[in-house]
């Protein structure tokens, strides 16, 4: 198989948040540094006196992560950002908010031209949200998603 470009350059992609789980899906609009997906798995292993490898390794955890900086600081996308933020109507409140369980979707090009899906079905925003106030600089909402185990798998990536 000849080395090419095409096949390890994806492309752009969408950030899909849909919240409250079950509703319409909004679009996160423009973003900074793209959208990261990050899979990490923390694992033991299993180790007896007589051997010097592990005889077997257990999953402890697994995490599956969708990692975004958000250009346009919409208070929707605010609001996603803030695990307990409470949207209404043009004021987010914080303190006193419930964690927020929504479905986030990236939605890019694959190597070879098709469609790949990355799906947290169930994810909450977890980790601290800041955002500059400076002449000239571009309002970033960071924010990093974490999903949940609900119904189905925590993540599933689709290429179509």
Sequence with gaps: MANTKSRVLAG???VLITYPVGGVAVDAGYTVD????????????VMVEEETLPIERIILTETAAIIVNMAEASL???DKAIPGGLLAAATISIGGGAIKEMTVEIVGTTPTGGTRTI??????AVGTVSTPYQKGAIQVVPVRFEALKGAG???T???T
């Design 12 to 14: 752009v992609a969408d």
């Design 153 to 155: 798998a925590g993540c």
């Design 76 to 78: 929707f996308n605010i």
């Design 119 to 124: 799906t947290l079905a169930l994810c909450t």
């Design 157 to 159: 990536i689709v290429d």
């Design 34 to 45: 793209g959208v990261i997906w990050e899979g990490a798995t923390e694992t033991f292993d």
